[in-house]
């Protein structure tokens, strides 16, 4: 109920035209992004490494996630598109990944670096006006989960001015490392 309350907003905005070819793959890129993050933070979770606080954010970035996929799912089913799925990708991590909290938050880092910057690469790329602001929207929240793992690797959650924005085949190439 919830997450149909967040999304809505975020969909009346994007849906009310069909976007370009162009836009349509910057959102099915985004969608494995957010899939990707999601399946990190549900083996982060699942590797029990975390307690308390800390635990408590990862479930909360989990759930952030699978917020973002439905809403970008719904922006491209409203496009007459078929969103990926989870069953869609095989994800992997290098070995070792969620051993320790070191490992996850380091993981944590490098992959919320590829996200927020396949989100601020979208934003500057995008030509519907109208998908500007839910790409805006969710590149924020990426941004607070970036902070969180840079805080947790023992850097200084408040970071760089200017994020690097990420071309879509930068982004693409980033994400195929842990998918197959």
Known sequence: MLAGSVAGPLLGSAAAA????????????????ELLAADFYTQAVAAKRFQGGPLTYLKRA???EV????????????????????????FSYPK??????????KLGVTLETVVLGAYLGAADGLQTHSLG?????????????????????????????????????????????YTS
Not at 18 to 33: E, F, K, M, S, T
Not at 70 to 90: K, V, W
Not at 145 to 159: E, N, V, Y
């Open 18 to 33: 069909a976007p370009p070819d162009a836009d349509l793959a910057y959102l099915r890129l985004l969608i494995g992004a």
């Open 62 to 64: 989990l759930f952030n």
């Open 67 to 90: 917020e973002h996929y439905q809403a970008l799912s719904g922006i491209l089913s409203g496009a007459g598109q078929t969103p990926a799925t989870p069953d869609d990708f095989d």
């Open 96 to 105: 070792g990944s969620f051993a320790a909290k070191a490992s996850i938050a």
């Open 133 to 177: 602001q839910p790409v805006a929207r969710v590149a924020a929240s990426e941004a607070q989960h970036l902070s969180l793992f840079t805080w947790m690797s023992g850097g200084d959650p408040i970071g760089i001015s200017f994020p690097n924005a990420l071309s879509i085949d930068e982004a693409s190439n980033a994400l195929d490392a």
